[in-house]
């Protein structure tokens, strides 16, 4: 069965000059490894997030990968608290500007982490579940005006967890969660729902995203487990030394991989054209292609555009 390490061996004579990526969540953890994996490959690069001093980081770790070749390519930490509609649109604008008439050949999405299994609203004006507005929305909203401007010239990926043909449909009714049977569920019950509902609005959207931009491509994959810092975003504190033990063990299992091992998968996805009409659009951390949920393409998916549209234009 194919692994990462298969991508790797793809990837080894990729040439990604004169190609521009930009990298939502890319301050930590499989953003900020893919960006880096963008850099070495000759392309250039925006990490987007909120962590300056990390965002700034990666950045100079790209301009260090790109080292001779680094000259005429743009390395930029945008800073954005992406639950926000609002910082969302700004950052499109932002890139759209930078990036030129040349735009940008790639948008991979991977910010936002496990649902917490909460219902909290966003501080920001209009209000979203805060776990929806990053993990959700910010990916569609980077995407939707991305391509709308004529900047996206190639391939939106998102990393999150697809259900592919075998998935259950969205439920395009209460996109959020907000209903009591949702809202009240204890906590366990909650982070199932969100869960389910976060992978299955990503194939949605990455289904009518080509629907909607038929030149570009979209795509939307499984990593497996990778070990990063996300468990400290929802994990009490005492659990943390436990899961840094294992963690690394994890990621020497078939299903696990370490950030730059995994990096190879969405950059061969997105990036490389011996990964083209391979079925990988929807794949796991070892590229079995998931195939494209039918119902996306019909009036489920086709309600779940127009809401996310929607809360995004209006
Ligand atoms: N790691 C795994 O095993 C695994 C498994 C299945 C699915 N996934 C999914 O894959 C994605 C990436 O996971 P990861 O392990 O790389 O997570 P991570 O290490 O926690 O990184 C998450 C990234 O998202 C950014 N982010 C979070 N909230 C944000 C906000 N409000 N505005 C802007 N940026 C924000 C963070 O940057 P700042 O803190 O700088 O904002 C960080 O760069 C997540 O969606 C996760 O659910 C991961």
């Known amino acids: 069965m194919p692994s990462s390490t298969d991508a790797a061996n793809h990837n080894a004579r990729l040439n990604l000059s004169g190609k521009t990526a930009a990298v939502a969540g890319g301050t930590q953890g499989i953003g900020a490894a893919v960006g880096l994996r963008f850099a070495q490959a000759g392309a250039s690069v925006f990490i987007i997030g909120r962590n300056e001093q990390l965002g700034q980081d990666v950045v100079k770790r790209c301009r260090a990968e790109a080292g001779r070749n680094a000259d005429g390519r743009t390395f930029e930490f945008i800073k954005a608290d992406l639950s926000s509609v609002n910082e ?3 950052v499109a604008g932002e890139i759209k500007a930078k990036a030129g008439s040349n735009g ?14 909460k219902y909290e609203l966003t501080a920001s004006t209009p209000a979203h579940d805060a776990h929806f507005a990053v993990q959700t929305l910010s990916r569609f909203g980077l995407a939707y005006l991305l391509a709308q401007s004529g900047t996206l010239k190639d391939t939106w990926l998102s990393v999150c967890a697809p259900g592919g043909a075998q998935g259950p449909p969205a439920d395009a009714d209460d996109i959020e969660l907000e209903k009591p049977e949702h809202r009240n569920r204890w906590m366990l019950g909650r982070i199932m729902g969100q869960g389910k509902q976060d992978g299955a609005l990503g194939d949605a959207m990455a289904v009518q995203f080509t629907k909607h931009f038929p030149n570009l491509r979209s795509a939307h994959l499984f990593p497996g487990y990778v070990f990063t810092n996300a468990p400290a975003n929802i994990l009490p504190s005492f659990i943390l030394p436990l899961v840094n ?27 490389n054209p011996l990964a083209r009409g391979q079925g990988l659009e929807f794949c796991n951390e070892r590229m079995k292609p998931l195939g494209s949920p039918k119902w996306a393409e019909g009036e489920v998916g086709a309600k779940v555009w127009e809401r996310l549209r929607r809360m995004i234009e209006e």
Do not use: S
């Open 88 to 90: 969302v649109k700004r």
């Open 245 to 271: 033990l294992g963690g690394p063990l994890l990621a020497r299992m078939p299903f696990g991989n370490l950030a730059h091992q995994y990096a190879e998968v969405p950059v061969y996805v997105a990036a």
């Open 104 to 117: 940008i050949d790639y948008l991979v999405t991977t910010q936002g982490g496990p649902p917490a299994g």
